[in-house]
């Protein structure tokens, strides 16, 4: 299977503070993988530097081959193009509406006209679940759970094979969130996505990922395939998979 | 690596069908160079037989070209076949449909003009309204409070005179020094004319106390204080902080809008003292470099002609000056709505609106003065 994402002896440090020290995982295509572990593990600011957010004070990441440390800018630019990130509020552009948030990266990076984008906007719309006059509204005029799907189809209008969620349920009602679940799963199969996920949220955990790494504790205690990780033996992840939900 | 796979092309013309053949990766933004050759090669009424066998990969916009391409040949009883071996393009181009969003289907018309100014009197009527509610909790707010004076929040109003004045003085200072020095210089050019340097004092002395040095602390003021009392609020609005206040029992009137506004009510006069200060001295500098009129002259010229009265009246206005600046300062951060812009809007009308109301209020006092003989 081809590695789209390769993490080697990823090491990051705030101040004093070492967050990770040494993260090694890859992920491969077509996979949903999971980034998991207790809050303040720093399970964000791996996602973060995986897209450019966040420099690592260590380490490599590697994206599509392409050493994301160690970059020029255009490069940087193209790959930028071939993922698709949704932060966890959204971060819809609040003076534009839906239709315009889509349509933004279409407008910018690509010569289509624009009935053709109007269209290619349509369908993102339409297979995030949203409908049509949806697409007129501001940001500020819809639900939390829309705007994640309206996120969501901004994060896609690219057509990337690469999806970035961090925490892509919360906020939403447990229905929204198993019919999001469903979106990603869905979404996976359609469009031959790779999926990196960081959820807190287990039953989306258990419906979603093919593999996850546990990062407790400045490392990853435990990686591979979901199955396995729950049968081992470490305090975080008794408490965390054994939980009633 | 990620390789930019180019698309290429080669068409044949037989028997009024077009056969078309493409190989490589068909995507966003090879797709344009598609549609032209296709263009370019199509004539009117021809068949059109796409050959996709050798595409590796193929996205939903180019999907929903594709599909859009076969419909416009139905809709026009034109043949139209697609062969493709690659079972991943086969699927994407099935799963993609084609879907129309049509502006005005959802209503979405351009208003006329008419509708637009009727639209906009009644919203700022609305605004007008919304303004005297909110002065009226303002004003419930002081007697509440005036009855309760312990719960006035002694430690935000002192935290706002820092903020807003004491670290204000600096500014209004050198601004008012600044235009002292400009007024003293502009005029002596003139009072030279007629040998009348002294009256530069008469001049500067009632021009600065009673007029000068209100107004320009009230615009310095507004533009520092006015804004951020906007942006703070407006952030606060965003952010939900206002409504987690008010759901915990803490009245932002009384928490945020009472301290903002008394802190700037009271230390108004005392910026207008220093603007008169500064001013002075700056207009004394000049007249004692270019006018020859000693420091001691100066100041008994000015003991002399500029009664005390001209002095008070500049400093009563300051409190009335505050109040409106802090009012509309804060009306205008409440009236932020969910969205980013909406703060910069809100901050900008802000700070016209308070110095607009400010020069209002100034010539309404004049007229007051004036009328009663002051």
């Known amino acids: 299977m081809k590695k789209i994402i390769d993490v080697k002896d990823l090491y990051t440090q705030f101040g004093a503070n070492v967050v990770h020290a040494g993260l090694n995982f890859h992920i491969n295509e077509g996979e949903i993988y999971g980034i998991l572990g207790p809050s303040g593990c720093g399970k964000s600011t791996v996602l973060r530097e995986m897209v450019m957010l966040q420099e690592l004070s260590g380490g490599s990441i590697e994206i599509f081959g392409q050493d994301v440390t160690n970059i020029s800018y255009d490069d940087a630019q193209e790959l930028r193009k ?18 315009e948030n889509i349509a933004l990266s279409l407008q910018e990076y690509t010569e289509l006209d624009k009935n053709l984008i109007s269209e290619i906007v349509a369908y993102k719309i339409d297979i995030v679940g949203l409908k049509p006059k949806d697409a007129y509204l501001y940001p500020s005029q819809i639900s939390g759970g829309m705007k994640k799907k309206a996120a969501l189809a901004r994060a896609l209008s690219l057509d990337p094979k690469l999806l970035f969620l961090d925490e892509p349920t919360s906020g939403l009602d447990p ?60 305090p975080f992840i008794q408490t965390f998979f054994k939980a009633d939900i | 690596m990620l390789s930019k796979k180019k698309l290429s092309f080669t068409s044949s013309f037989a028997n009024n069908r077009l056969d078309f053949s493409l190989t490589g990766e068909i995507n966003l933004y090879t797709l344009v160079s598609f549609e032209k050759e296709l263009e370019s090669k199509l004539r009117n009424g021809s068949e059109l037989s796409l050959n996709l066998d050798d595409i590796t990969s193929i996205d939903s916009a180019s999907a929903i070209y594709i599909n859009k391409l076969e419909q416009t040949f139905v809709e026009k009883q ?47 009527m609305k605004k007008f309204v919304e303004f005297l509610s909110f002065f009226g909790q303002i004003s419930y707010g002081f007697f509440y409070l005036f009855k309760h004076l312990r719960s006035l929040r002694y430690k ?27 007024m003293a210089y502009q005029s002596s050019v003139q009072l030279k004319i007629y040998g009348a340097n002294i009256f530069i004092v008469d001049m500067l002395g009632i021009s600065i106390f009673r007029e000068l040095a209100p107004l320009l602390t009230a615009i310095v003021i507004a533009g520092r204080s006015g804004s951020s009392f906007t942006a703070q609020i ?40 220093v603007s008169d200060v500064t001013g002075l001295l700056g207009g004394m500098l000049v007249a004692n470099l270019d006018l020859g009129i000693s420091t001691s002259l100066f100041l008994d010229r000015l003991n002399e002609v500029v009664a005390a009265k001209h002095f008070f009246v500049g400093i009563a206005k300051g409190p009335f000056f505050a109040f409106l600046i802090a009012s509309i300062g804060i009306f205008r951060g409440l009236l932020v709505k969910d969205d980013t812009q909406s703060i910069g809007i809100n901050t900008t009308k802000s700070v016209v609106e308070s110095i607009f109301a400010v020069i209002v209020c100034d010539a309404v006092f004049s007229i007051i003065f004036t009328n009663v003989g002051i």
């Open chain 2, 234 to 273: 407006g952030a606060m609005k965003i952010t939900e902080e206002l409504d987690a206040m008010r759901t915990m029992g803490f009245d932002p009137i009384a928490f945020l809008v009472i301290p903002r506004i008394i802190a700037l009510m009271l230390m108004m006069p005392l910026l207008i003292f």
């Open chain 2, 78 to 124: 034109l043949a139209f076949s697609l062969t493709c071996k690659n079972e991943q393009v086969l699927n994407t181009l099935k799963t993609v449909h084609v879907m129309h969003l049509d502006l005005e289907e959802f209503g979405y018309k351009q208003p006329s003009f008419l509708e637009k100014l009727g639209e906009d009197a009644i919203l700022r």
């Open chain 1, 82 to 99: 071939n993922w698709g990130v949704l932060f966890q509020g959204g971060a819809l552009f609040s003076s534009l509406t839906l239709y």
């Open chain 2, 156 to 182: 935000e109003i002192f935290f706002e005179i820092n903020e807003n004045a004491i670290k204000a003085f600096g500014i209004v200072a050198l601004t008012s020094f600044l235009v002292g020095v400009v």
């Open chain 1, 175 to 234: 229905i929204s969130a198993r019919e999001f679940d469903k979106l990603i799963l869905k979404l996976r199969d359609l469009l031959g996505l790779t999926v990196v996920m960081v959820s807190h949220d287990l039953k989306s955990i258990y419906d979603t990922l093919d593999r996850a790494a546990i990062i407790d504790n400045k490392i990853i205690v435990a990686q591979g395939k979901l199955d396995d990780i729950i049968s081992m033996d470490n």
